[in-house]
């Protein structure tokens, strides 16, 4: 079991990685919101851009802390809290916006663009886009629609319009 002091160390790192960007990267949004989530077990980070949200994954990087140490595991939320503010500069998956945004914040977009399951995106079909992400398209009526990806396979996209599913091929898709 992680420490309280352990924890506090985890969130202050987010704190502190958050501060770093905005001093750093005149794009960076100044209203940047960060939450632990004990549900989150295959992404260690999440970004949810229309909302300037980052979640992060509280069994991923406690068990880091058990396995690594506190301070690999403190390396780990730095670099995914960066990886994720990218996201919310560049508004965009991980294309050439985001990479520069990576470059700018001091990451190896390569290095750090597949993370592996355990520290990382969870990354299926188009590398463009992930899960929870905000996107939008156009319907065979010709109507726009705005949803979040729930999920991904080798073709399309799982987007949730309100309650509703609807699949759509990469494509088709935008980020929004
Ligand atoms: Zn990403």
Known sequence: MASEFERI??????????TWAQKNHPDC???IRVEWS?????????AFCSRNLIKLSGPIFLDAVEKDGLAQACQKV???MLHEIA??????G????????MIALGLDPEEHRYHNMRYGHKLNGG???HKWQDVSFVDKKGQKRDGYIRRLNAKRATVMVGQTKWY?????????
């Open 78 to 80: 730095w670099d995914t």
């Open 87 to 92: 996201h919310l500069i560049a508004r965009d």
């Open 29 to 31: 949004p100044a209203n």
């Open 9 to 18: 160390a985890l969130h202050q790192t987010t704190v502190q990685a958050r």
């Open 38 to 46: 004990n549900r989150m077990t295959t992404s260690a980070g999440l």
């Open 127 to 129: 590398d463009d886009f």
């Open 168 to 176: 759509v091929p990469y494509g088709m898709l935008s980020k929004r």
């Open 94 to 101: 991980h294309g050439i916006r985001w990479v520069k945004a």
